[in-house]
């Protein structure tokens, strides 16, 4: 009897793994991206390499870039619409794509760096670079801020509540730094947002968004332990959308 209840609960412990990992495959895939964001046009020229998803103006070409970092596990496309927008305004930006989605270990976040450097390299043309990141991805850009800030002008922080110690402390920084964060985000709550704030520039510029949560600073489903947003991911996009317009608008002068 003993063995039958065990092997039950083994039973129960891989279904309920099982189904945990399915779900959240499932939910970190981009949905409701329209497909022309991802799509080449005579504004913006798209495309797809296996360490990045690129847009670049084709006309009105600014001479400020953006690299921007997904938070953990999410499709990259998520942001597409997000950084069509960016590049709308005449800002190239690359989406770097995190080996396993995560890179959780320094070797992949090494990989990141390198690829990062890279983008930078093949683009001489910008003389100016913002680094940003959304969850996972802005503590990866944090710590890159921290210790390669020579090679950037700006950095936006989106969903996080990173750096948070006292080793990538970024407050005698000279980036422009911009903090954005939502009310009903689970996942990076504002309290946690302001406590670390400490180690971010006296002239960070913070960016609140009320009723916004964390999964809708992308396109994809929803996430275990988020808040309800109050508003709409589309109202949420297009806020987060104007704030980073802000910051590189002060950046390319």
Do not use: C
């Not at 063995?3 to 129960?12: A, L």
């Not at 070409?61 to 942001?79: C, H, N, Q």
């Not at 690359?94 to 390198?114: C, D, M, N």
């Not at 850009?141 to 922080?157: E, I, M, N, Y």
């Amino acid at each position: 009897m003993a063995r039958r209840i065990i092997k039950i609960i083994r039973v129960v412990w891989v279904t309920a793994g099982l189904s945990f990992f399915l779900w959240m495959a499932y939910s970190t895939q981009s949905r409701g991206v329209p497909d022309a964001v991802l799509q080449s046009d005579p504004v913006i020229a798209v495309s797809e390499s296996s360490q990045s998803i690129d847009f670049s103006p084709v006309e009105n070409r600014r001479s400020t870039g953006v690299v921007f970092y997904p938070g953990a596990l999410i499709d990259p496309k998520a942001y597409a619409p997000m950084a069509h927008r960016l590049a709308e305004a005449g800002f190239p930006i690359h989406i770097v794509k995190l080996p396993l989605r995560s890179a959780i270990f320094p070797g992949q976040e090494a990989t990141v760096l390198e690829n990062t450097r890279r983008i930078i390299e093949a683009d001489p043309s910008v003389q100016r670079w913002v680094l940003g990141g959304h969850s996972r991805g802005a503590a990866i850009a944090s710590r890159f801020a921290h210790d390669t800030g020579d090679l950037f002008a700006g950095l936006v922080l989106i969903g996080t509540s990173h750096p948070k110690e006292a080793a990538f402390d970024l407050s005698d920084s000279d980036l422009l730094v911009m903090k954005i964060y939502a009310t009903k985000d689970g996942l990076a709550s504002v309290p946690e947002v302001k406590e670390t704030s400490k180690f971010l520039p006296a002239d960070t510029l913070w960016v609140e968004i009320a009723g916004g949560n964390h999964a809708q600073f992308g396109y994809y489903g929803t996430q275990l332990g988020d808040g309800q947003a109050d508003i709409s991911r589309e109202k949420q996009q297009e806020m987060t959308v104007s704030a980073f317009l802000s910051l590189l608008d002060a950046i390319d002068k």
